[in-house]
């Protein structure tokens, strides 16, 4: 296979940014972003720890802002 031949994938989550972005933001620290983007068990963890005391609710506005923060399956969520 030549270098014109090779195609990249580039892999991305099918969830939307700006919805996980607004509940982070408004229910982010009951981790209520984490259950949308189907982390069930890091949701369920925030939920009962509030977001790891707010540091973890900052850390994850600023993931998902920058387009950093993945889903249940690993994929970044960039749209």
Request: glycine letters at 12%; proline letters at 3%.
């Amino acid at each position: 296979m030549s270098e014109e031949e090779t195609k990249y994938v580039v892999r991305t989550s099918p969830k939307s940014k700006q919805t996980t972005l607004l509940l982070c933001i408004f229910l982010g620290i009951f981790g209520i972003h984490d259950f949308y983007v189907g982390r069930i068990g890091s949701g369920i963890l925030k939920l009962f720890t509030a977001n790891i005391f707010c540091f973890g609710w900052i850390a994850d506005m600023i993931k998902v802002a920058s387009g950093m923060y993945v889903d249940g399956a690993g994929e970044p969520i960039r749209k």
